[in-house]
């Protein structure tokens, strides 16, 4: 199935539209489509595009949030089938809001994007202690570790938990990540994290980037 045949989707997923998503996925499927390329050609260039409309402050936080919605409409249909078909994964990430901090809509954001750009994602919640992050890191092996922190008193948990990865012997296992309204590409750096992105569209492209995927416009 071509891609322009997935036009349909895409424009109800970037619409935010759930229930057409839902049943067009279902109909593909239907059809004979291979769950792996309704994702790849359907729903992830779709929830790729809001992403970038996102970053150009074309559309905001509630656009995203309904597209995020109708995304995992689709993938719901198709979750089950790509466990079965064990379905290449783009990569993993552990994600949280770190320590005394439960601000989580950047967070959420986040990790949509990463799902939806065909990422596994486990999601910590908010509140995350350093010991949290180092137990998932060490039981889910991940490529990456997100951390989100929006109040400059909860920012030094990043450092905290970078420090408890270090003391664990784990560090060298996963690329860390930060984020948060707070923080910078030179507080990323002083802490020792892989990178900092400065929204969850360039988190992406950092995650790739770190990943050797190609992608051109990475925020490390
Ligand atoms: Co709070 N809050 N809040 N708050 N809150 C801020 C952050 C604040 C700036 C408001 C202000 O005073 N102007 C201020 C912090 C000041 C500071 O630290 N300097 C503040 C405060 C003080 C507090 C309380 C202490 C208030 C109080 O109780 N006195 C309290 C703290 C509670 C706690 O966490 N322990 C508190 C509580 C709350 C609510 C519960 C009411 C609510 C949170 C609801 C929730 O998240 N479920 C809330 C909210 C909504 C806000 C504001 C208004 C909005 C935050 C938000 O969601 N932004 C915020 C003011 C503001 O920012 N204008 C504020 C939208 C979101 C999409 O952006 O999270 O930045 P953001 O995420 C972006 C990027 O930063 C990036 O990508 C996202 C999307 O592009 N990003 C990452 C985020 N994480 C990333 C991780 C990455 C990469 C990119 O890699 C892993």
């Known amino acids: 199935m071509p891609s322009e045949e997935f036009k349909e989707m895409q424009d109800a997923l970037e619409a935010g539209n759930a229930t057409v998503v839902r049943t067009l996925t279902e109909k593909a499927l239907e059809r ?115 951390m989100s922190a929006l109040l400059t008193t909860t920012m030094p948990a990043m450092k905290t938990t970078i420090d408890a990865l270090k003391e664990a012997g784990l560090r060298e296992s996963v690329k860390v990540l930060v984020g948060g309204a707070p923080i910078t590409h030179r507080y990323a750096r002083d802490i020792g994290a892989d990178g900092y992105a400065p929204d969850a569209s360039s988190a992406v492209d950092l995650a790739k980037e770190l990943l050797g995927q190609a992608s051109s416009s990475a925020a490390s």
């Open 32 to 146: 004979g489509v291979d769950p792996q390329v309704i994702l790849n050609e359907g729903l992830i260039p779709a929830m790729g595009r809001v992403g970038e409309k996102f970053k150009r402050n074309e559309v905001y936080v509630p656009e995203v949030l309904v597209a995020a919605r109708a995304m995992y409409a689709g993938l719901d249909v198709l979750r089950p089938l790509l466990a079965k078909s064990g379905a290449k994964r783009a990569g993993k990430m552990v994600i949280g809001t770190v320590k005394g901090d439960l601000h989580d809509i950047g967070k959420n954001l986040v990790r949509m994007m990463f799902e939806g750009a065909g990422f596994e994602v486990v999601d910590l919640g908010t509140d995350v202690s350093e010991k949290r992050f180092v137990e998932a890191v060490r039981s889910e092996n991940p490529d990456f570790l997100g």
